[in-house]
């Protein structure tokens, strides 16, 4: 099999049977079922005591995270103790069902990757929890609020700990559910309501490819868990493998809203900003990597599927970007560039053994930066009566202090400014695909440029130039509570990049996804760098000529090229999505139910309206009187003794 | 032998005209005997003519039966007249559609 786009490399995935979860690591458990008992306080236990859980119901869900996120924290450092070969670590909890020979546990498997997601989900989950103590103060709901918050977590956390497909689709839904019930939130909203929907149904449709790659898996190899297949996935047909890569790419399109499956993650912005930031741009959106960099078993078998991975990922990105560019509403920014930045995980997954770790390092730098910003958006959106319009913001810098300089970190990581955890990430994201394939690395440096147009002209409007604020608005900084998960995670943007130092990532998560030979890239890698960030100085160059120096009107100009207007409506997503999919299929329901109508009620209805009809004709002749009646029995038995006659004489 | 035949084919017709025609529901009986009769003029003829009993004895079963369907009748009959001060059948003609 050879790759039809990128020269194959060789490799070895170690297939290693995970260790039994001995003593610290018997707790494992715990780490899904803490939040998990959280939601179940927090949700169950409101009409029961309603009056307690106002009072302290968030400092109960912000404690299970937390308990959840110490744990985690353990685990880890138990886990770098270990020698290499023994970093996997499974735990059988139960049977799930078992029916013939089909057998499902209910197991949990913690490994490099696993870990890292864990860090991930209850530390970023954690500090948003905090914050949203401060966020959701004044919200009647807020104790059900931090139930579906830590419901999102319970289900994130047995996404990523399962030890098989069946189990991580359990935790798939979940988070689909808490994402679904968080968007609409808010449900007085009608937009809220029809966006929650909106996410809830374009997610189906990944799911579809999720459950039938599942179902495949198990006609192939006759099990689910992620170890017995990368055993046996060198004796399985390409066919199969390709059929099942594609599946699972469906699947994380879905999820990670990349292209043709993305138009649900802007309008997921109508959830709180808290939410935006949690699900919406750290962990659940990440999913789509996590399934793709842990099925790197079956993808680096598939050269099909792998090659559309990177196709998908580049048009992502570059879609993502050109949203970010044309949005006025300060959310919808970010989601364009939360698209476009998974856009890049997505591509590092994409490009095989060499980039697996790269994405999951994209992956963590970007969980701290993107919800800094969106932690950052919600506290701006606190101080300006929770308008999103950044026409309105302006000159915020001395009013937020606190909130502006963190923002500026995120801001500085994203773009990729050096020395900013962002810088190293994508950097070697770009400097992975220029390796393999030319074209795919001029687009990400490309996208990367863009990268650094939008958020320049965010930051532009929304914290410097001059204030344009609506009448009545008093900025103010947000409370410490939301303050200091933004100091943190500002803190995370900025120092994230450690983790590349001694490429500590690539040996760490090498148990799991294989370590690639070094591929020598076109250009030497400091050359590379030095085209990225000049590429990023273009774009920051352009954002400040096109938008600091002039005067940044409050209304959006309506006289602007076309590329903008298509950009302002989502480049027609929901237009070719009405176009190929809901108008046709509107159109097959509609013949369907005419063909119901007209030809199945026809033939039934008309049948029977003939019968009565013709008895409507024929109950004329009982018309009561006895002799006609005589008659008619006459006629009858004179008709009977002719046709007697005919019959023997002929 | 034809003669009897005859006779009884004429009879029946007789009878049978007059259940179509007449109103009167005691001639309608009547007409009803007068064909019963003409058949049993037609059984016992024919009986004699193969020499068996066979039809006589049918006959029998015919004036039994015609003999009961008298008694019936004719009380249906009083009881409608009693009822309507009339005793035309086409008056009783409530049980149609």
């Known amino acids: ?650 | 032998m034809t003669q009897y035949v005859v006779l009884s084919a004429i009879l029946f017709t007789i009878g049978c005209v007059g259940v179509l025609t007449r109103r009167n529901a005691i001639v309608v009986f009547m007409c009803v005997e007068l064909m019963l009769n003409a058949s049993n003029l037609a059984l016992v003829a024919f009986a004699k003519q193969h020499g068996n009993l066979d039809g006589q004895i049918a006959a029998f079963f015919v004036m039994v039966v015609a003999a009961a369907e008298v008694v019936v009748g004719l009380a249906i009959i009083m009881t409608i007249f009693r009822t309507r001060r009339s005793a035309s059948v086409d008056d009783a003609s409530l049980l149609k559609y």
């Open chain 1, 1 to 650: 099999m050879t790759n039809i786009l990128f020269e194959g490399g060789e490799h070895a995935i170690p297939a290693v049977d995970p260790g039994a979860a001995d003593g610290v690591f018997a707790v494992l458990w715990l780490v899904i079922a803490l939040p998990l008992l959280g939601a179940l306080v927090l949700l169950l236990g409101g009409p029961i005591a309603r009056g307690a859980l106002d009072k302290v119901g968030h400092y109960v869900g912000t404690a299970f995270s937390a308990g959840s996120f110490l744990i985690s924290l353990l685990l880890f450092f138990m886990l770098l103790g270990r020698d290499e070969g023994e970093r996997q670590i499974g735990q059988q909890l139960y049977t799930w069902f078992q029916t013939g020979g089909f057998d499902v546990g209910m197991d949990l498997l913690y490994d490099p990757l696993s870990a890292l997601f864990l860090l991930l989900i209850t530390g970023v989950g954690t500090l948003i929890h905090v914050y949203s103590i401060g966020y959701m103060e004044h919200d009647p709901r807020r104790c059900r609020f931090f139930g579906y918050l830590n419901l999102f977590v319970a289900a994130m956390l047995m996404l990523v700990l399962s030890a098989n497909y069946l189990g991580l689709f359990l935790g798939w839904e979940g988070v689909g559910l808490a994402s679904y019930l968080l968007i609409g939130f808010w449900q007085h909203k009608p937009s809220a309501a029809a966006a929650a929907k909106k996410a809830f149904v374009i997610n189906r449709v990944g799911d579809i490819g999720l459950s039938l790659a599942i179902a495949l898996m198990f006609v192939t190899f006759g099990t689910s868990d992620f170890a017995a297949i990368s055993e046996m996935a060198g004796n399985a047909s390409g066919d199969a493998l390709t059929a099942i890569g594609l599946l699972l790419l469906l699947g994380a399109c879905g999820k990670s809203a990349q292209v043709p499956l993305q138009s649900w993650l802007l309008d997921a912005m109508e959830g709180p900003t808290p939410v935006s930031a949690l699900i919406h741009a750290a962990t659940m959106v990440t999913a789509g990597v996590y399934l793709i960099v842990r099925s790197n078993f079956i993808f680096e078998l598939a050269p099909v599927a792998q090659t559309v991975v990177v196709i998908v990922a580049v048009v992502t990105l570059l879609w993502g970007a050109i949203l970010g560019c044309a949005k006025d509403d300060i959310k919808k920014v970010l989601a364009g560039s939360t698209m476009s930045q998974i856009g890049y995980m997505m591509l590092g997954a994409g490009l095989g053994v060499a980039g697996y770790a790269f994405a999951i390092f994209h992956l963590l730098t970007h969980g701290f930066f993107k919800a800094n910003m969106f932690l950052g958006a919600g506290s701006v959106m606190h101080g300006m009566d929770d308008d999103v319009n950044m026409r309105r913001y302006g000159a915020l810098t001395k009013s937020m202090p606190v909130t502006y300089l963190t923002f500026a970190m995120g801001y500085l990581a994203i773009i990729g400014f050096p020395g900013f955890s962002g810088f190293w990430s994508k950097d070697k994201i770009i400097e992975t695909a220029l390796a393999e394939n030319w074209l795919v690395g001029v687009l990400a440096m490309l996208g990367a440029g863009i990268t650094g147009f939008y958020m320049t002209r965010l930051m532009l409007m929304t914290f410097l130039s001059r204030s344009r604020w609506e009448k009545g608005v008093h900025p103010h900084e947000s409370p410490k509570v939301m303050t200091i998960p933004l100091i943190v995670l500002a803190a995370l943007s900025v120092l994230g990049g450690v983790m590349l130092a001694g490429d500590w990532i690539v040996g760490f998560l090498a148990p799991v996804v294989g370590e690639a030979e070094p591929h020598e890239p076109p250009l030497p890698a400091l050359v590379i760098t030095l085209l990225v960030t000049l590429v990023v100085a273009i774009g920051v160059a352009a954002a400040w000529f096109f938008v600091g120096k002039r005067d940044i009107p409050r209304e959006a100009p309506h006289d602007v090229s076309f590329a903008t207007r298509a950009a302002r409506a989502d480049l027609y997503g929901d237009a070719i999505n009405e176009g190929l999919v809901v108008g046709p299929g509107r159109h097959v329901v509609s013949g369907l139910t005419t063909m119901d109508r007209v030809g199945v009620d026809g033939a039934v209805e008309g049948g029977s309206s003939a019968v009565g009809g013709m008895a409507y004709t024929f109950r004329a002749v009982q018309n009561g009187f006895v002799r006609s009646y005589a008659l008619s029995l006459l006629v009858g038995v004179l008709l009977v003794l002719l046709t007697l006659m005919v019959v023997n004489f002929s």
